[in-house]
């Protein structure tokens, strides 16, 4: 080997081996071959996770090497956690225990192979562990002892085959009763967290709540006994009318029942309902897939949807709940929606961290393959996470309050755009909205001519001064269950919404705005008002300039006094 051919670097390298490979290779060759095969890919994955690389595996062994100390002693010690969970299933004569050595020193490369008495001390170190255990040369307990709380015992000098000098040891205490290395405590998993009574009390229940309240707005939708599910539903979400701090919660961000001079907003509806049809159908056909091989005891299920993605199941419920909030884009269901995404990640880490203890090939699945996407994405979440120690359900909080945040100022902007595709006219203390595409004439006209009538202002002066009033002007063929604009005669009452109205012909009609901002103007009016009182409604005719009726509308929608959608 020409010495200007190789390059030297200081590098942290850890040796594996197993114990008694020659014993279990005589009582069964072929399982022998595939476990450790399977194995060595499961400490491949860590290695990989803890910022090192595979540099080889010759026979039973695997050596790698690491940039740091710290990242190698966390890799050895993740690696014999898990390894042994997965022996524990194992007969006592089957189990394939590793030992392990780590070294910091200088390593001679060449290409992709590293040489050097740094290799040779490693490889000496894992000969003097335990098995399944750790032993670390003083460099790089110098290296850790300060900065993880490891547990050793000082074996002192040893003299090793091939090294001239002795190598003072270090072993890394272990205590088979709770899995884990004395002083460097395991990261709390999901799985040990089922077992809590506060998780299984609390935690559980309230993920069953947000999925119970998702479908009562959807009931509502779908449902011919919608109206016997809101008058449960509807005083439920008055109480947080009571306050100005929660008030908004029941807001709609995207019109429900207004035309726009969007395209895309008008196709909302469509595009809600297609997205639960195609989220569904994904649904079905991934709880088929997984449920037959279940059936057929044909193990970890890898191929179909689920080579796409390892949870095809949960990113199927994440479209259909798109599409619900589409059709029914309340704030409220915006925050239960991004809520439920936290917990299908939740649910999702839970059982991967299950199947990485039952299957032995699920680490390399993980690896290549997307937990709900075909590709990875960065996850700074899970980076951030990995780094917080005992701060990581602060951290996970934070970062839970700052989507929320964001998905709620998102919310906002699309309500701003929204009301500005809407139809409407503002004065100080009036805001004046069509369902349907009018002209500013048009609307303006509608409601000057009801304006105009006697009766109508005399309601509203009774109504006071100071009172904002939100007017609503509908095509007289339109039926919106939404406004309490007339009481539903022979058991009608659904929303009929004729493109070519007469566009003489209108319903005008006057309510006070529910606020607790009594100084709101213009389209405050709109955005800061949680329901409203109806006053009195005008029929008019802008071609003959007259109003043809005044009638006194029911105090509340079809289905109860409940926050009503205000555009």
């Known amino acids: 080997m020409a010495l200007d051919a190789v390059d030297h670097k200081l590098a942290a390298i850890l040796s594996a081996d197993v114990v008694g490979y020659s014993r279990l290779m005589s009582m069964d060759e072929a399982t022998t071959v595939r476990t450790l095969n399977a194995y060595r890919e499961q400490m491949a994955v860590l290695i990989r996770q803890y910022r090192g690389r595979v540099v080889g595996s010759p026979g039973d062994n695997l050596l790698a090497e690491f940039p740091s100390a710290l990242d190698a002693v966390r890799c050895a010690v993740e690696a014999q956690r898990v390894l042994r969970a997965r022996n524990a299933d194992q007969p006592p004569d089957r189990k394939m225990e590793f030992r392990i050595g780590i070294h910091l020193g200088d390593v001679m490369v060449e290409g992709d192979q590293i040489y050097g008495d740094g290799v040779n001390i490693a490889a000496r170190l894992e000969g003097l562990a335990d098995a399944g255990g750790v032993c670390l040369s003083a460099a790089v307990y110098e290296q850790v002892r300060d900065k993880l709380a490891v547990t050793c015992q000082d074996l002192g000098d040893q003299t090793v085959k091939n090294i001239p000098h002795p190598v003072h040891v270090y072993r890394i205490r272990w205590k088979p ?61 008055n109480l947080f009318n009571r306050s100005s701090w929660t008030a908004w919660l029941t807001h709609f961000f995207l019109p429900h029942f207004s035309q726009t001079s969007s395209a895309v907003l008008n196709q909302r509806e469509d595009l809600g309902g297609a997205l639960m049809v195609v989220g569904g159908v994904l649904f079905l056909l991934a709880f088929a897939q997984l449920y037959w091989a279940k059936s057929r005891q044909r193990g970890l299920v890898t191929g179909g949807l689920y080579s796409v993605a390892r949870h095809p199941q949960y990113l199927a419920l994440a479209i259909v709940g798109l599409g619900a909030l589409l059709i029914w884009p309340r704030y409220l269901v915006l925050i239960m929606y991004v809520t439920m995404l936290f917990v299908y990640a939740l649910i999702a880490r839970w059982e991967e961290e299950r199947c990485a203890q039952q299957f032995s090939g699920y680490r390399v699945y993980q690896e290549r393959t997307g937990r709900f996407w075909p590709r990875p994405f960065p996850r700074m979440h899970a980076y951030l996470l990995s780094r917080s120690g005992r701060q990581r359900p602060a951290v996970a909080f934070t970062i839970y309050a700052v989507v929320i945040g964001a998905a709620v100022a998102v919310g906002h902007q699309l309500r701003e755009y929204s009301l500005s595709c809407v139809s409407s006219l503002y004065t100080q203390n009036m805001a004046v909205l069509s369902p349907a595409v009018l002209t500013n004439e048009e609307l303006s006209t509608a409601l000057h001519v009801a304006m105009a009538d006697d009766r109508v202002q005399e309601r509203l002066s009774a109504a006071g001064r100071a009172v904002r009033l939100l007017v609503y002007v509908v095509p007289m063929e339109w039926n919106l269950p939404d406004l309490p604009l007339e009481i539903p005669r022979g058991g009608g009452g659904g929303h009929h919404m004729p493109g070519d109205f007469d566009r003489r012909l209108y319903k005008v009609l006057f309510s006070k705005a529910r606020t ?52």
């Open 177 to 237: 009763e709770d899995a884990t290395y004395e002083g460097i405590p395991r990261a709390t998993t999901l799985r040990d967290l089922s077992g809590r009574p506060d998780i299984a009390v609390l935690v559980i229940p309230a993920a069953w709540v947000l999925y119970v309240t998702i479908v009562f707005e959807i009931l509502f939708m779908i449902s011919p006994f919608g109206l016997y599910y809101y008058s449960a539903y509807g005083p439920s979400l």
């Open 516 to 567: 607790h901002d009594q100084t709101a103007s213009g389209r405050e009016i709109v955005t800061k008002s949680y329901g409203l009182d109806p006053v009195i409604l005008a029929r008019v005719n802008t071609e003959a300039n007259q109003t043809t009726g005044i009638e006194t509308p029911p105090a509340h929608v079809r289905w109860g006094d409940i926050p009503t959608p205000l555009f």
